[in-house]
């Protein structure tokens, strides 16, 4: 099974702010549900209660959310105690690609296990309480890069990049 990271940040790896978006980017949204569709998506609690109640959970996904709290009720959803059960649950559930969806300490969790990186540079550097962990570029290998430049719905320009793990 392909374990995948799907995030949005910035230059500075800002991904969130006050448990939101910084930014208003529906290209990028529209990216993240057609490729996520269908698959088995993990989040963390926060991230999960981020996510406005009219869209929990994310349709057409299998939505895993990963708390520490025993008696977490998510309706529509998966609710486990460890990335580990989470990633366990999808690959028993025939699960071919999987996507970690956030926030930091998921995908903090997630990173040494990834396959590969599905992310959404956008070009600029903006105020953040949340940040995506930092990891060594070395080790990822760029196989796309699409930009999409500032319009009058995208107030920052962007690139869609796939990273996947070098073999050592």
């Not at 290209?27 to 996510?51: A, L």
Request: glycine share 6%; proline share 5%; with cysteine.
């Amino acid at each position: 099974m392909i374990i995948s990271l799907i995030a949005a940040l910035s230059e500075n790896n800002v991904i969130g702010k006050n448990n939101d978006l910084p930014w208003h980017l529906p290209d990028d949204m529209k990216y993240f549900m057609q490729t996520t569709k269908g698959h088995h998506c993990i989040m963390g609690r926060k991230n999960y209660e981020s996510i406005p109640e009219k869209f929990r959970p994310l349709p057409n996904r299998t939505n895993i959310v990963v708390t520490r709290q025993q008696h977490f009720h998510a309706p529509g959803c998966i609710v486990v105690h460890s990335l580990e059960h989470a990633l366990t649950l999808a690959e028993k559930n025939g699960e071919q690609e999987v996507f970690i969806i956030g926030g930091s300490d998921i995908y903090g969790l997630g990173m040494p296990h990834a396959h590969r990186l599905y992310l959404t540079e956008i070009k600029t550097s903006l105020e953040g309480d949340t940040f995506f962990p930092s990891y060594k570029k070395n080790e990822w290998k760029e196989v796309s890069r699409k930009h999409h430049t500032t319009d009058d719905r995208h107030i920052f320009s962007f690139d869609f990049v796939l990273y996947e793990k070098l073999t050592p």
